[in-house]
């Protein structure tokens, strides 16, 4: 079973950043093999994509609500990918999770941006 966990959410005030990080790891698993996303869901809404970065790292997407101003990176090595997010605002706050391959999840670390 692939284990997924993020870490590095917390309060922050608006204007100000965060590095979300996510590990993916399991006996076999092969991480660079793997499209990794982040999705988030804040209260009363569904989840949604936030952005995505593909198995090599060659392409990444994004929410257009987060276009130029989160960036979405992976370390290989590690088997960790990032979610750099700068200039938060209130309405970026939500539960942030990590997905490997579209099919494993994490669960979830919040993000709070408030004054």
């Known amino acids: 079973q692939v284990q997924v966990v993020e870490s590095g959410g917390g309060l922050v005030q608006p204007g100000g950043s965060l590095r979300l990080s996510c590990v993916a790891s399991?006996?076999?698993?092969?991480?660079?093999?793997?499209?990794m996303s982040w999705y988030r869901q804040a209260p009363e809404k569904e989840r949604e994509l936030v952005a995505a970065?593909?198995?090599?790292?060659?392409?990444?997407n994004y929410a257009d609500s987060v276009k130029g101003r989160f960036t979405i990176s992976r370390g290989n090595v590690k088997n960790t990918v990032y979610l750099q997010m700068n200039s938060l605002k209130p309405e970026d706050t939500a539960v942030y999770y990590c997905?490997?391959?579209?099919?494993?999840w994490g669960k979830g670390t919040l993000v709070t941006v408030s004054s």
């Open positions: 970065i593909t198995a090599g790292g060659g392409n990444s």
């Open positions: 997905n490997a391959g579209a099919r494993y």
């Open positions: 399991a006996s076999g698993f092969t991480f660079i093999s793997y499209t």
